[in-house]
């Protein structure tokens, strides 16, 4: 069974190319990261608009809590990408960190946090992370799938 073809037909959403920005960790680099994002979006929904409108905010959500992450669990750079799925997107965030990521437990009484690893979880069709290599130096790839 075909799907009917969504968005603009003269502008395939297969033609618009993957991103990858890289930042050198500064906290600053968590609003560059959410920028690269909605720019990579803007193109994508040219060619294929979203399914639902909060597939777009839920991108942008992920991205920032995971290039937060990064700056404040990871010291150094990281490297976001992005990608066309055949039904979402597809969101690598590469940190100088090995640890996998845990929940931790909110505690809104002294100013929140820990609910950015249950976000992903929830929000994402699917989360890995992937520690590198011996040889590639140090770090992990967190790949999630989102919707769009």
Wanted: net charge negative; proline share 9%; with cysteine.
């Amino acid at each position: 069974m075909a799907a009917e073809p969504r968005g603009n037909d003269a502008l395939s959403s297969w033609a618009i190319p993957g991103r990858t920005v890289r930042f050198t960790g500064e906290p600053q680099d968590v609003t560059g990261a959410r920028l690269a994002t909605e720019e990579f979006l803007r193109e994508l929904a040219r060619a294929s608009p979203p399914t639902a409108s909060e597939c777009w905010h839920d991108i942008v959500l992920i991205v920032t809590e995971l290039a937060a992450n990064a700056v404040q669990y990871a010291p150094g750079p990281f490297e976001v990408q992005l990608r066309r799925t055949f039904d979402g997107v597809h969101v690598t965030v590469h940190d100088t960190n090995s640890t996998p990521p845990t929940p931790r437990p909110f505690h809104p009484d002294t100013g929140g946090g820990g609910i950015g690893w249950y976000l992903v979880d929830t929000l994402c069709s699917q989360v890995s992370v992937v520690p590198n290599e011996a040889g590639r130096g140090e770090g992990k790839d967190v790949h999630v799938f989102l919707p769009w």
